[in-house]
Structure formats: structure tokens, C-alpha cells
């Protein structure tokens, strides 16, 4: 069976992290959390204290960046290093939150992000999850999953999943949080969300976790023969 490359996209909270992360893993695939990028340049300029309205700073605090994925001992699971520094639990604070969007709508952030996807796809055989992966980063990826779901759903997964890590945040914040994202994410200028015309749409608002894990995995395999 040849190797394919799979782009998910979606609105924030569908669960497509954890998604893709399983798809992944059956099929011994890598995955890519390019949102754990984005995430890391917001947390870059926070500590960095970049002027995000100075695009001269912009540039020489993105020059700075380095960011690695690492695979963790216990379970495989991924790490993200930020400069060298293990990041994965600063970055999915409440201060990351409110500003990743922001972030993301700078051209220059994403052609560097979009350069190291492209190179970290290169050997075929990934799992990407995001908001352009099927638009932009690889246009081409033999499969591309869009997924949905009510943004209630999403607020209560979320909520769930960082009390899971200790954060205690309302349901409340979360949804405006999300639906704030979303609103950004899918009206900025470069690269805004979108279904790619042939994507395939997953609401995945009813759907037990195995479920929509195993809806993409039938079709992986169909686009592999
Ligand atoms: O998937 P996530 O919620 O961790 O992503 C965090 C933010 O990063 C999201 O609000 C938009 C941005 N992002 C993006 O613009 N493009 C991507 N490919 C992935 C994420």
C-alpha cells in the first residue's frame, strides 16, 4: 500500500488533535500538530515580548524561533521544544489562547511555519492537523478531512480536557474563546480556514471518539489502494 498524506482541518475543539493522533497511530504513521506550531510562535513572542504591530520585530524575533518535535518515552506521545525547551503544557494555556489567532494572521509567521510542514511531509506517510493543511500546505495530500462540530460540544470536550490537565476555566470563556477563534481563523486574509473543494466533511458532533477514527481510517485506506 503506497504512503499518502492526510490534511485535517477544522474549526477549534473538534477533537481533530486527538483524532489525527490516533489515525496515526494505526496506521504508524507521524503526526503533525501544526497548531502546536502556531502556538509555539505565540509563546516565542510572549516571552520575546515582540510588538506584534512592529513587523521589524516580527521578523527578527521569528528568526529566533526554533521549533522540534520530539517523541516522548512513555506511550510515543509528542512533545513540542521551543528553543530547545520542552513547551507542550505552556502552550495550551489561556494566555496562548487569546493570542494565537492573532498571531496566525501574520504572512511572515506562516511562510516559515508552512515551509517546515512542507519539509516535515516531504517522506509521505503523515498525519497533519490544522486549518490550511488540504488549502495550502499540501494542496495535493491524497486525503483531506474537514471536521465539524456544534460549538457547545466543542466548549464541553475542551472544558473536559483541561480539567483533565488541572486548568479550571469556564465553560463560558471556552466558547467565546472558540467561537473567537473561529471567527478569526476563517475571515483573516492569508490562508483563512476553509474546506478544500475536495475534502471530505466530518461532523463529528454525535459521533463516538472510535467512531470518527474509524470513518477516517476507511477512507485512508481507500485513497491508499
Ligand atoms: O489547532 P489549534 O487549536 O491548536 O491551533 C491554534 C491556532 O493556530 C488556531 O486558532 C489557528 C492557528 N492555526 C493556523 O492558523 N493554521 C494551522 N495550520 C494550524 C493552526
Known amino acids: 500500500m503506497k504512503k499518502i498524506i492526510i490534511a ?108 517546515m510542514q512542507r519539509k516535515l511531509g516531504k517522506a509521505k506517510g503523515v498525519v497533519m492537523d490544522g486549518r490550511d493543511i488540504g488549502t495550502v500546505v499540501f494542496p495535493d495530500a491524497e486525503l483531506k478531512v474537514f471536521m465539524t462540530a456544534d460549538l457547545d460540544i466543542r466548549a464541553k470536550r475542551r472544558q473536559k480536557e483541561m480539567l483533565e490537565k488541572g486548568k479550571e476555566v469556564s465553560l463560558d470563556l471556552i466558547k467565546q474563546n472558540l467561537s473567537d477563534r473561529d471567527l478569526q481563523d476563517s475571515t483573516r486574509e492569508e490562508s483563512p480556514l476553509k474546506k478544500a473543494a475536495d475534502a471530505v466533511e466530518l461532523d463529528t458532533s454525535n459521533l463516538a471518539f472510535d467512531e470518527q477514527v474509524n470513518a477516517i481510517l476507511n477512507l485512508a485506506k481507500e485513497r491508499m489502494n
Open 8 to 115: 485535517i482541518d477544522g474549526f477549534s475543539g473538534c477533537g481533530k488533535s486527538t483524532t489525527a493522533k490516533a489515525v496515526a497511530k494505526a496506521l504508524q504513521y507521524t503526526y503533525i500538530d501544526s497548531g502546536a506550531m502556531y502556538r509555539s510562535a505565540t509563546l516565542h513572542f510572549l516571552k520575546q515580548s515582540t510588538n506584534l504591530d512592529n513587523l521589524d520585530e516580527i521578523k527578527q524575533s521569528i528568526g529566533q524561533l526554533q521549533l522540534e518535535f520530539r517523541v516522548n518515552g512513555e506511550g510515543g506521545a509528542q512533545k513540542v521544544f521551543l528553543n530547545g525547551i520542552d513547551v507542550e503544557e505552556d502552550i495550551r494555556g489561556m494566555e496562548v489562547n487569546t493570542q494565537v489567532s492573532r498571531v496566525s494572521k501574520i504572512k511572515e509567521v506562516r511562510v516559515q511555519l508552512v515551509n
